[in-house]
């Protein structure tokens, strides 16, 4: 029995508000803290919690074009959020809210890149390392319509360690 505001098995002390254990189904185990349940064990053992960091964010429209082909390499804009669950992603960053290993990906279609350029780079840059895709540019006779990078990276992350997505043409 039990809820997460009120667990049938209450770890408390003075004031710290309901924390514990409770049964939120048949054969399920539910642990709540501040009276808020953040994770169930089910009869098959699968662990569930709602409130894991995780974002997705997207570009609405091709709005960003300050890609120059001198080896800047400018923080790539996005301009809306799919969901934030942890509110860790604010002006084109994500911060990790606590140390632990934190799964990143970035793709990014490129409209016309140039043939002349030598070669494009999707960087993930984090505070303890980076991660690119390079596309070599050169190889090609003339200007493609797109171009698609993307890298993914399990990064080791600190708390307040950040995360940016990079493009740099050269």
């Known amino acids: 029995g039990g809820s997460a505001s009120a667990p049938a098995y209450a770890v408390t002390s003075g004031s710290l508000g309901a924390n514990g254990l409770f049964v939120p189904a048949a054969n ?3 642990f709540s803290a501040a009276g808020t349940e953040r994770m169930r064990i089910d009869s098959s053992g699968r662990v569930t919690m709602p409130n894991q960091p995780a974002f ?3 570009k609405s ?5 300050n890609i120059a082909a001198d080896n800047s390499s400018p923080v790539v804009t996005w301009s809306a959020e799919a969901f934030d669950i942890g509110s860790n992603f604010a002006s084109n960053t994500f911060t990790a809210p606590v140390t632990g290993k934190y799964l990143l990906t970035a793709k990014l279609r490129v409209s016309d ?4 350029s030598q070669y494009y780079i999707l960087k993930l840059v984090c505070s303890n390392g980076d991660a690119f895709d390079i596309f070599d540019s050169n190889e090609y006779s003339s200007d493609l319509d797109y171009l698609t990078l993307q890298v993914t990276i399990v990064q080791d992350m ?3 360690d950040t995360a940016q997505v990079q493009i740099t043409q050269q």
Do not use: C, E, H, K
């Open 113 to 116: 890149p140039d043939s002349a």
């Open 61 to 65: 429209s091709n709005d960003q074009n």
């Open 28 to 30: 399920t185990l539910g």
């Open 158 to 160: 600190d708390a307040n």
């Open 56 to 58: 997705q964010v997207y």
